[in-house]
């Protein structure tokens, strides 16, 4: 595949996957051995079912969350996407019960893409940025008071 024909696939997981909520989508563009890794979400299963579990967990958290593609670059198999999900925490994340606040959150994903289907995925985002926002941690000057 080109560079162009991979960058529209990692684009697919944000736009048409995490988006719409539409876990089918999973089915098309995960490979059946994916490896996602994830700091923030060490035990998910690997393949398309891995990935429909992040869209429910997030989703269900965030139920008006859009997810903005800022930029990407490719380079052989290998794609890294900027960017930045936008939502309202309505419903229980990880144990942390809704608070209603808005959230900003900015990340990169490095996807591998083989066979035409995302086959490896590193993604990094501000975790400490989104729990401050919903209220689960201080920030740092409430700390201090």
Do not use: C
Not at 44 to 63: C, H, M, N, T, W
Not at 71 to 83: C, I, N, S
Not at 110 to 132: F, H, L
Not at 134 to 145: K, L, N, R, W
């Amino acid at each position: 595949m080109s560079a162009e024909e991979n960058k529209a696939l990692a684009r697919r997981w944000f736009e048409d996957l995490f988006n719409t909520g539409n876990l089918d989508v999973a089915e098309e563009i995960i490979a059946q051995d994916h490896a996602l890794h994830d700091p923030n979400l060490p035990d998910l299963p690997s393949g398309p079912e891995g990935d429909k579990q992040i869209v429910s967990l997030y989703r269900s958290a965030f139920p008006d969350t859009r997810i903005t593609v800022e930029g990407q670059l490719a380079e052989g198999d290998m794609v890294a996407t900027r960017w930045v999900a936008r939502g309202t925490h309505e419903g229980e994340l990880m144990g942390i019960p809704a608070s209603g606040n808005r959230a900003e959150v900015h990340g990169i994903t490095i996807n591998r893409i083989s066979g035409g289907k995302i086959a490896e995925t590193w993604s990094i985002y501000d975790v400490m940025g989104m729990m401050r926002q919903i209220g689960a941690i201080p920030s740092p000057e409430q700390a201090q008071a």
